[in-house]
């Protein structure tokens, strides 16, 4: 019997309910946010059994590090985070008015920006599915659409053919690019040129589909779309409105536009996407109202030891000099970039493997303008605009549309661009990202107002954008950092399948919460 | 010269500004939201002429009618606006707890939605390149996305082969579709069966867009590709995911479901889009506050005579009985298939062009449910779930995300499937709203708590959703509608390019006012 058999016979039985509790059983209905089924610890489950709540030491205020404090705390775990900045949220990090950084080797910078507007330097999109969703209900942080995927935003080529130098609309190089692809099969249909022929009908189906999805006239050529917009909008009265010239397939090809539409699709960045509202740091901050007390700030780790039946972690403060801490377990969430130059009672297996894995370079700028003018004039809200220059990519705000001024990421970069970049002063930089800009919007020039900019590879206590794995590294490394090392669980995005996402630091709390609640249930009760 | 190789000239000599500056002389950037630059009259206009501001009689406190008098009332005209209901809005319409109506031939109907919950039972979500847009920045009515494309939400066929019966996700058939038909065309360009045959740089760029749009492996066939999304999401630790069963692609093709992909491409319902915070009869309400005062009520138009040198309207309110009231110029709103009953002087072409207008048959209806289980069981956050059951979509809300209750439209139809369901009592279209929603969300038995539905051919003062021109309507009727009879001009969605949409209101109210505005500077100034 297979598995559509199956469910086709508990729906005659039992109806559409029966169904889905059926397919849910069997997988078929991802309506989890997680992967795993997590089940927070309770005070029941250590009170009733005689255990007390023992002491975890976490190295790390940032979602993870957090995150493990506040489930273990539900059971009553004696939890206490040490955290080397003065701030929550480690790379969840929001800037704002007042924001000062100094990157390694680096001037210091502090923001300028209106009070009010902010950018998020790190994690900027939940995507609907991640966990992270269900810790905004739960931590009461209110959410609202990232608009990942706008098509009102645009394609922007350099030295890519004779599309180069000029902005497209992304509806207008889809709709030209689906339709000359649909127009290419819907030939090859017709005229039974395809090597495994379809029946008749699943062709004529095909035909329809292609029709649609490439706007095709009816003798199934591409001749221009609604879709692809308007050199003259429609109006009142007698404006039906008129189609721009089409670009040409060849010079589509050429460009390299129609490569971008894929990441669109996937699974992690498909809209609908959302926000907090007021900032990525909404989230840390509503964490860190449940850990009253629990939070050492300005400690920095110096040595992560086990000891008999323990762990002691060994740190440093601005005024109070070298301390130690000790406790029953250690969860460390430090970047590998940063944990792999602590002294730490690790094994070599271990030390090799946190020496293997690379960290993804990656730089932001955050630039104010003093009006929107690509709502008020380019009527883009919200979105992304995709180019292959260096800047990689410009943003528009989520948030606050029709308001007065704004705040675009003027670039968001990755690997060689990302260390070019960061390697410029604060002012190259800005400079560098005002230039490129501009070929877009040339409105920066008149409009720009004050930036800061970030390389998270330059920036203290990450020293990377995200863990970088190879299919090797996932199965030689990624394994062995999984494992506790005696009483001390790594955990953060890297040591899961959502590396660089939130949702990759929530899932990894809550694995090494339920691994650590499993072996204290494990150990002998203490007499009370 | 080409147009290409002029723009390039100008940016030799004057960089990306200048390119700019042309291309938008050249109207190639559609910048604007408008296809008229329209210009609202002034009271320089009128006071520097020795004219005064003319009497204007408007019917139909709609966005329309209520633009028109927002507009002309800058210049100081004097309008006065005679609406049918006790309301403001027209189509523009919010259902909320109270909200009374009683269909034409149907029962009474009272809203008991809990306090701050609403439906939007006319327009629902504003393009951004629509003049709407400014008119909310204008007015100071916030906006927030409107969710149109979620790839979360569903495809729900009946009678449509091996996929019948069940839901799936809109991420999952895309990839799957776009997979198997990239497949397919890379098969015909390798094997050179295209009958016009593609350059080999050309072909070897179409593989790598079709390699990647759809997510093919790298012998070109498609296998699945994260983007179809996880039978077991990825999560900490060892959980990679697990991909789920593929669809073929003759069941794909028989569901019809791939022909849905297309309508998120029209150039009006592309992402974004755009709601107004707190319902859509914030516009409404906003435009309503510019007037005050001018606005009577609970008045029906029962003649629309022309006089001479003027106008006079005969209308009768619930208390005062038959009145009468003259102007200089009618400004005249009311729908087609009410307006083609009301006595009036116009020639018989236009009496006759009015009959022949048909308007669309739709209806809605707004289901309150205790809890979001679109949200927190199926992960939904908004968007729209289509089907070929004559409920056509649900929607899901696109705004307090997160929150305890939530109200979702449980069918939007049209035509035939929108006369059945309107021809139902209330009780019998809930009854079925629920049958049908509950074979794609088993939640709603349990769940459902209250509903309100409509049916808009059915709705007095209204009697049709929206004007529906067939291309023969628009040559030989709908210039006819757009001319002014005597020192009456119509206008509303109907008489513009943007049928259905506020656009067209507003575009109409604009186009009215400049005419009628032109009309008064040609006629001789009235001595102070």
Redesign the interface.
């Known amino acids: 019997m297979t598995?559509?058999d199956f469910?086709n016979r508990v729906?005659k039985v039992g109806g559409?309910?029966a169904?889905?509790g059926a397919m849910e059983s069997l997988?078929?209905l991802?309506?989890?946010?997680?992967?795993?089924s997590f089940q927070p610890p309770t005070q029941g489950d250590l009170a009733l059994t005689g255990r007390n709540g023992k002491r975890i030491l976490i190295l790390g205020a940032g979602i993870a590090g957090m995150t493990a404090a506040y489930e273990l705390g539900k059971a009553g775990y004696d939890c206490h985070i040490l955290e080397a900045r003065q701030r929550t949220g480690g790379r969840n990090w929001t800037v704002r008015r007042g924001t000062r950084e100094q990157e390694i080797n680096g001037e210091m910078q502090t923001a300028t920006y209106d009070p009010g507007h902010y950018f998020n330097a790190g994690p900027a999109r939940i995507p609907?599915?991640h966990v992270t969703?269900d810790y905004?209900?739960e931590l009461g942080v209110?959410?609202?659409?990232f608009?990942n995927?706008?098509?009102?935003a645009f394609y922007y080529q350099e030295n890519a053919g004779?599309l180069s130098?000029?902005r497209y609309r992304k509806?207008e190089v889809?709709?030209d690019?689906?339709g000359y692809?649909a127009e290419?099969?819907a030939?090859?249909v017709n005229?039974s040129?395809?090597?495994?022929p379809l029946?008749s009908?699943?062709a004529e189906?095909?035909l329809?589909?292609?029709r649609?999805?490439g706007?095709l006239s009816s003798d199934y050529t591409y001749q221009g779309s609604?879709?692809?917009?308007?050199?003259?909008?429609?109006?009142?009265?007698?404006?039906?409105?008129t189609l721009?010239?089409l670009h040409s397939?060849?010079d589509l090809?050429?460009s390299?536009m129609?490569?971008n539409?894929?990441s669109e699709?996937?699974?992690n960045q498909?809209?609908?996407m959302?926000q907090p509202i007021g900032g990525m740091d909404q989230i840390p901050k509503a964490l860190e109202r449940k850990l009253p007390g629990k939070i050492t700030f300005g400690a920095i780790v110096r040595e992560i030891r086990q000891t008999n039946g323990g762990v002691r972690i060994v740190y440093t403060t601005g005024s109070g000099g070298t301390q130690s801490m000790s406790g029953d377990y250690c969860i460390c969430t430090i970047p590998l970039p940063v944990l792999k130059k602590i002294p730490a009672d690790f094994s070599a297996e271990m030390k090799n493997a946190m020496n293997q894995i690379g960290y993804a370079t990656t730089g932001k700028i955050g630039l104010q303008f003093k009006s929107r003018f690509w709502?008020?004039?380019?009527?883009?809200?919200?979105?992304i605009t995709t180019t292959n220059m260096d800047i990689n990519q410009i943003w528009y705000p989520?948030s606050d549309?029709?308001a007065q001024k704004g705040i675009l990421v003027g670039y968001y970069n990755f690997g060689n661009n990302a260390v070019a970049l960061g390697n410029m002063s604060l002012a190259e930089r800005q400079a560098h990202a005002l230039a490129q800009g501009?070929?877009i919007h040339?409105q920066y020039?008149a409009e720009f107002e004050t930036g800061f900019s970030l390389a998270w590879h330059k920036i203290r206590y990450n020293e990377g954008g995200w863990a970088s794995y190879s299919e090797s590294d996932?199965q030689n490394y990624y394994?062995i950092l999984?494992r506790p090392q005696g009483r001390v669980y790594l955990a953060g995005e890297h040591?899961?399948?959502?590396t660089g996402w939130m949702a990759?630091a929530f899932?990894?709390a809550?694995?090494v919460v339920t691994e650590i609640h499993e072996q204290v249930m494990k150990e002998e009760p203490v007499s009370a």
């Open positions: 598995r559509r469910l729906g559409a309910v169904v889905f997988g078929l991802s309506t989890s946010a997680s992967a795993s609907q599915h969703m905004c209900k209110p959410l609202e659409v608009s995927g706008n098509e009102h004779a130098n000029q509806y889809k709709a690019g689906r692809v290419l099969l030939k090859a005229q040129a395809l090597d495994d029946t009908e699943d189906r095909l329809e589909y292609l649609r999805e706007g609604s879709a692809r917009g308007y050199a003259e909008l429609p109006g009142a009265g007698d404006q039906p409105g721009g010239q397939f060849t090809l050429q390299g129609m490569n539409f894929s699709y996937s699974f498909q809209m609908m959302f709502e008020n004039e380019d009527r883009i809200y919200g979105g989520s549309f029709l501009t070929k040339p020039a996932l394994p999984n040591l899961s399948y959502y990759g899932e990894s809550r694995k």
